[in-house]
């Protein structure tokens, strides 16, 4: 098996970007995501990972009912 070698190639800064605004995001701050934007599972895979990648920094997430009663929203929260 052969492999072309590259010589100068940049390594990309950031292999997992977020949808998520986690980087900027304080202590105390929130965002919601409307069931049907994404799935429940992928947002709390998604702040899961970025848990275990990040340990400087903790988020969960919280079913909660938007206005309306039949509007869900995941919500996220920076605790720490």
């Given at each position: 098996m052969e492999f072309k070698i590259d010589h100068g190639r940049p390594i990309p800064t950031n292999r997992h970007n977020s949808p998520f605004p986690l980087e900027i995001?304080?202590?105390g701050d929130?965002?919601?995501?409307?069931h049907g934007q994404m799935k429940v599972s992928s947002v709390c895979s998604r702040i899961g990972t970025w848990n275990k990648r990040n340990p400087a920094t903790k988020f969960i997430t919280r079913q909660v009912n938007g206005q309306g009663r039949d509007?869900?929203?995941?919500?996220v929260w920076r605790v720490a």
């Open positions: 995001m304080k202590v929130s965002f919601d995501v409307r509007v869900k929203i995941t919500r």
